[in-house]
């Protein structure tokens, strides 16, 4: 590599030195964890392009290793440092709702609809509520594809007793955007609740959600008791 581009490479850790980490780009933020270009790429071409390609920053959350890895100028390590950044900011965030009450399905909605604006295939997740309601842990159970997603209640009540939940919520994107539940949604939701009541751990909703709109089973079943 040659003295000018060592130089090039140096400039947005000084940056973040002088000005701060707020300061940096989003190009400039990829560099610092690349650290290097390649041999025909500095390191801030090799970032401006990957984002380009990718169509952004917002599009990297949703990158798996085999994606990454397929990108020129992108090899194992490099892959490995972008993902553990990423999984690392996901592990933060989600410690911060301990902080927050999200006993609501709107706020559920509101804190978690960005996660869900790029997500390409089907994720199931279960939230686990203490005896006040408020948020234990939120567990990704199974990644999907763009039609459907594999769910066992065994697995999300083995979660639930693990961590001492009273109750729980379920919850899972439609990448398509439309929240309108299928018949598969449907029956889950029925096994889950049944099985929630044989071991004392009642579901509380279910919500199918995009990054527009959430469609709740609860507030759906409280509309139908209302208008009956």
Same mark, same amino acid.
């Given at each position: =590599?040659?003295?000018?581009?060592?130089?090039?490479?140096?400039?947005?850790?000084?940056?973040? %030195?002088?000005?701060?980490?707020?300061?940096?780009?989003?190009?400039?933020?990829?560099?610092?964890?690349?650290?290097?270009?390649? %041999?025909?790429?500095?390191?801030?071409?090799?970032?401006?392009?990957?984002?380009?390609?990718?169509?952004?920053?917002?599009?990297?959350?949703? =990158?798996? @290793?085999?994606?990454?890895?397929?990108?020129?100028?992108?090899?194992?390590?490099?892959?490995?440092?972008?993902?553990?950044?990423?999984?690392?900011?996901?592990?933060?965030? /989600?410690?911060?709702?301990?902080?927050?009450? @999200?006993?609501?399905?709107? %706020?559920?909605?509101?804190?978690?609809?960005?996660?869900?604006?790029?997500?390409?295939?089907?994720?199931?997740?279960?939230?686990?509520?203490?005896?006040?309601?408020?948020?234990?842990?939120?567990?990704?159970?199974?990644?999907?594809? @763009? /039609?459907?997603?594999?769910?066992?209640?065994?697995?999300?009540? +083995?979660?639930?007793?693990?961590?001492?939940?009273?109750?729980?919520?379920? =919850?899972?994107?439609?990448?398509?955007?439309?929240?309108?539940?299928?018949?598969?949604?449907?029956?889950?939701?029925? %096994?889950?609740?049944?099985?929630? +009541?044989?071991?004392?751990?009642?579901?509380?909703?279910?919500?199918?959600?995009?990054?527009?709109?959430?469609?709740?089973?609860?507030?759906?079943?409280?509309?139908?008791?209302?208008?009956?």
């Amino acid at each position: =590599m040659k003295f000018k581009e060592i130089i090039q490479e140096e400039k947005p850790r000084e940056k973040l %030195k002088r000005q701060g980490v707020e300061s940096l780009s989003d190009s400039e933020l990829l560099s610092i964890l690349l650290r290097t270009g390649s %041999k025909n790429e500095s390191v801030d071409e090799l970032s401006t392009r990957i984002l380009k390609e990718i169509g952004g920053l917002n599009k990297l959350s949703n =990158m798996s @290793l085999n994606m990454l890895i397929k990108i020129k100028g992108i090899k194992l390590s490099k892959a490995s440092t972008i993902l553990t950044a990423l999984e690392l900011s996901k592990r933060i965030h /989600d410690k911060e709702n301990k902080n927050i009450k @999200l006993n609501s399905t709107t %706020k559920i909605f509101n804190y978690y609809k960005n996660e869900f604006k790029n997500m390409k295939q089907e994720k199931f997740y279960v939230l686990l509520y203490d005896a006040k309601l408020n948020l234990i842990e939120r567990k990704e159970l199974y990644k999907g594809t @763009l /039609d459907s997603v594999n769910v066992h209640p065994r697995e999300i009540f +083995k979660e639930a007793i693990l961590e001492s939940a009273s109750s729980i919520i379920v =919850m899972h994107n439609h990448p398509s955007g439309d929240t309108t539940p299928s018949k598969e949604d449907i029956e889950i939701t029925r %096994k889950i609740e049944e099985t929630g +009541k044989i071991v004392g751990i009642k579901l509380l909703d279910h919500i199918i959600i995009s990054h527009k709109e959430y469609y709740s089973f609860y507030e759906n079943r409280i509309k139908e008791e209302t208008l009956s």
